[in-house]
């Protein structure tokens, strides 16, 4: 037991910060509670430096719990991954702290560790159980962060509905554990892959595996299972908003990898066709809904679920390259959507509504807001030099690489159907950034100050997308390496 605990240092830290933050509340004056965020700021750059060093928290590699829990290339990519998120998520959170509730703001703060706490448990999952236990810490610390503005009816409204759609989906999650166990006699991914050709042709046990792949589904918001998005976008608050487009989004996919690729990869291979059409709807569907969205928070529910398609590409296309680039797509989305998210907490908390109307005459209140969201949207919409249009190259090539090994027509008609989502896009994220610079909807045209925090936040999030986009080897090499973990069972 206490070889086990050594592998999970970095999750009991995180979870001794979010108990550390939450009693805070008690011993600090309300005015300045708000800067109890920063203290986990800190703390969490502090556990992310660690991170990096040999003798850091995440330094012992291997299997712990009976083989549940595994340290690898792979993990140690998403729980970087997750704690840079966190770190902009507290910022935006900070700034936002004045549309809280003077008496809870440490309280939010210590669930959205709590919920990186459970995102750095699924970056290791190797084991159905422990896969579920870290899909609940995360979904369940979520319920409370959507619904957390009790005032307001929208963040209520948001709440219930991820807590019923959540609930329907971990139903379904836990009947497909229970049926591979049932029929495979055990839950571990490396065992599982061991055996499960031998069930390849069990129809309770592939319902097993497609009754799970519907629990991650909801998670990463891909067609079917997308409706809850754009309704829980726009009702939670914004910074809870940004952790769930990338925080969930990124830990549905690090799950569905491992799902995918480690554990049931014989399966996997035999599912190209569905793998492609989910892909293909969710990139048009996505793109389409969000042609008429005027309401900023919905248009990213939608582009959430178009993005979600793409980064499908990486799986449909079964190879090596393809998993990579997901790694390097998720990581170039993690600045780009929340230098999206900061702008919206920043400009938009003191109106009453979220319409793209509220971000005209952007250019003159502050050039660095403007310039954020309009690199944001760029990004988003994959054009060169930004790191957007390097990840979306990168799962093109790779669904290209999949159609010339296989001969398969459907990966043509993808990268088409892809491409197609692409030029759809470009009207509703340049609809934003005419917004910003040629509307004449402007009401107030006084200049936004900025603290010290939102500016550097700002700064980090252009930086991130440039140097992705500019300069991708470090980050592409990264990923290369995290994926080598699949690379034996997907020759």
Excluded at 119 to 125: D, E, K, Q, T, Y
Excluded at 413 to 430: H, R
Aim: charged share 10%; proline share 3%.
């Amino acid at each position: 037991m206490n070889a086990s605990l050594n592998f999970i240092g970095l999750e009991i830290s995180v979870i001794g910060l979010g108990l550390v933050l939450m009693l805070a509340d008690f011993f600090v004056p309300a005015e300045r509670r708000r800067f109890i965020g920063y203290a986990g700021i800190a703390a969490l750059g502090v556990l992310l430096i660690m991170s990096f060093s040999g003798n850091g928290t995440c330094s012992n590699f291997g299997f712990g719990f009976n083989n549940a829990f595994v340290n690898d290339g792979l993990s140690l990519f998403f729980k970087r991954f997750f704690i840079v998120a966190a770190i902009l998520v507290l910022f935006i959170a900070a700034e936002f702290s004045d549309k809280l509730a003077a008496g809870s703001i440490a309280e939010y703060y210590s669930l959205i560790i709590f919920a990186l706490a459970g995102m750095l448990f699924a970056a290791s999952s190797n084991d159905f159980v422990m896969l579920f236990v870290a899909i609940e810490l995360i979904t369940v610390t979520f319920y409370v962060l959507v619904s957390f503005q009790r005032s307001k009816v929208a963040s209520l409204e948001a709440g219930v509905k991820y807590l019923i759609l959540g609930a329907l989906s971990s139903s379904f999650m836990v009947f497909g554990i229970a049926l591979i166990w049932g029929t495979t006699g055990t839950l571990n991914f490396t065992e599982l892959a061991a055996v499960a050709p031998q069930f390849e042709t069990s129809r309770i046990f592939l319902l097993g595996v497609l009754l799970v792949l519907v629990g991650l589904g909801f998670k990463i918001a891909a067609f079917p299972f997308q409706i809850w998005a754009p309704d829980v976008y726009q009702g939670a608050p914004t910074p809870t908003t940004a952790f769930l487009a990338i925080g969930s989004k990124a830990a549905g996919f690090v799950l569905l990898l491992r799902v995918l690729f480690t554990a049931v990869p014989s399966v996997t291979l035999h599912w190209e066709k569905l793998l492609i059409v989910i892909s293909a709807i969710t990139i048009l569907y996505g793109n389409l809904c969000a042609l008429p969205q005027r309401n900023l928070k919905r248009l990213f529910g939608y582009s959430s679920i178009s993005h979600a398609g793409y980064l499908l590409l990486g799986v449909a296309a079964l190879n090596a390259n393809g998993q990579a680039a997901i790694l390097y797509y998720l990581a170039g989305y993690l600045f780009t959507v929340l230098a999206g998210f900061l702008v919206i907490a920043l400009v938009l908390r003191h109106l009453e509504t979220d319409d793209v109307s509220g971000l005209a005459g952007l250019s003159q209140r502050s050039p660095l807001l403007a310039a954020t969201m309009t690199i944001s949207m760029v990004s988003l919409a994959g054009i060169p030099p930004l790191a957007g249009f390097f990840g979306k190259f990168l799962l093109l090539k790779s669904v290209i690489e999949a159609a010339q090994k296989s001969h398969h027509y459907g990966y043509i008609y993808l990268v088409f159907i892809a491409l197609a989502g692409v030029v759809i896009s470009l009207y509703y994220y340049f609809n934003v950034v005419r917004a910003i610079y040629w509307s004449k909807e402007a009401r107030d045209l006084s200049p936004i100050a900025l603290s010290a925090p939102a500016k550097l936040t700002a700064w980090v999030c252009i930086a991130g997308i440039f140097w992705l986009g500019l300069f991708p080897n470090t980050v592409l090499n990264l990923a290369n390496q995290a994926a080598t973990v699949f690379v034996a069972v997907t020759k």
